[in-house]
T-cell receptor
Framework: DAGVIQSPRHEVTEMGQEVTLRCKPI?????LFWYRQTMMRGLELLIY????????DSGMPEDRFSAKMPNASFSTLKIQPSEPRDSAVYFC????????????????FGPGTRLTVL | KNEVEQSPQNLTAQEGEFITINCSYS?????LHWLQQHPGGGIVSLFM???GKKKHGRLIATINIQEKHSSLHITASHPRDSAVYIC?????????????FGTGTSLTVIP
C-alpha cells in the first residue's frame, strides 16, 4: 500500500483565495482524521470521520473551514476564504476503528500539506 | 489547565542513555497514543495502549490507569531517536471519541 496520500504537498496562496486540501486514506481503513500543526499551537485535531460520517468537528476553527468525505477513499478539507493565520502544516491520517474496541487503532499519517497564505 | 501534560518539554541525552518521557492526563481514557515526529516533519504512530505495557524494539510504553499516567522509555538511545514525541489521549464520549494532545517533548540525542 502507498500509505496515506495527501495533495498538494505545498500550497502558497493569497489571502481571500479558496484552498482545497485532499487526502486518500489507506485502503481498508474506516477512520480519517484531519490535523493542523503550527509552532504556536502544536498538533490540533480538526475533524475526524468514521465510515465517511463526521464524528467530531469541534476542532474546526470557524465556518471558513469545511471537510467532506464523499466515499471511503477520498476526503477534502476546504478553507474559504483563506487568511494568513491559516498558514500551517495540515496532516491527514487514517486508521481502523472497531466499535467493540477501546479506541482507534494505530493511525497512519500522510506527509502533510504545508500551506502558506500571504 | 491542559488535559494532557508532558514532561520534560525538552531533553538532551548522550547516545546510549536510557530515556523516559512522561505523560499525565486528567480525562477518562479509552486509549493513549504515542506519536513520533522527526525533524523532517513526518509523524509516525509508535504505540496505542489502554493498559499495561507494550514494547517495540528499543521502545517501551507503559500506562497506569489508576494514576492517569503513561511513560515512554527508550533504551540505548541513538541520534536517530532525535524527534518530538507527542502523547495523545483518546476519551470516549457519547457522540464519538475525543482526542487531547500534549505539547510534545523534543528529544535530542548527541553522539
Amino acid at each position: 500500500d502507498a500509505g496515506v496520500i495527501q495533495s498538494p504537498r505545498h500550497e502558497v496562496t493569497e489571502m481571500g483565495q479558496e484552498v482545497t486540501l485532499r487526502c486518500k486514506p489507506i485502503s481498508g481503513h474506516n477512520s480519517l482524521f484531519w490535523y493542523r500543526q503550527t509552532m504556536m499551537r502544536g498538533l490540533e485535531l480538526l475533524i475526524y470521520f468514521n465510515n465517511n460520517v463526521p464524528i467530531d468537528d469541534s476542532g474546526m476553527p470557524e465556518d471558513r473551514f469545511s471537510a467532506k468525505m464523499p466515499n471511503a477513499s477520498f476526503s477534502t478539507l476546504k478553507i474559504q476564504p483563506s487568511e494568513p493565520r491559516d498558514s500551517a502544516v495540515y496532516f491527514c491520517a487514517s486508521s481502523y476503528f472497531t466499535i467493540a474496541g477501546e479506541g482507534h487503532n494505530e493511525q497512519f499519517f500522510g506527509p502533510g500539506t504545508r500551506l502558506t497564505v500571504l | 489547565k491542559n488535559e494532557v501534560e508532558q514532561s520534560p518539554q525538552n531533553l538532551t541525552a548522550q547516545e546510549g542513555e536510557f530515556i523516559t518521557i512522561n505523560c499525565s492526563y486528567s480525562v477518562g481514557i479509552s486509549a493513549l497514543h504515542w506519536l513520533q515526529q522527526h525533524p523532517g516533519g513526518g509523524i509516525v504512530s509508535l504505540f496505542m495502549l489502554s493498559s499495561g505495557k507494550k514494547k517495540h524494539g528499543r521502545l517501551i510504553a507503559t500506562i497506569n490507569i489508576q494514576e492517569k499516567h503513561s511513560s515512554l522509555h527508550i533504551t540505548a538511545s541513538h541520534p536517530r531517536d532525535s524527534a518530538v514525541y507527542i502523547c495523545a489521549v483518546e476519551s470516549r464520549k457519547r457522540a464519538g471519541n475525543q482526542f487531547y494532545f500534549g505539547t510534545g517533548t523534543s528529544l535530542t540525542v548527541i553522539p
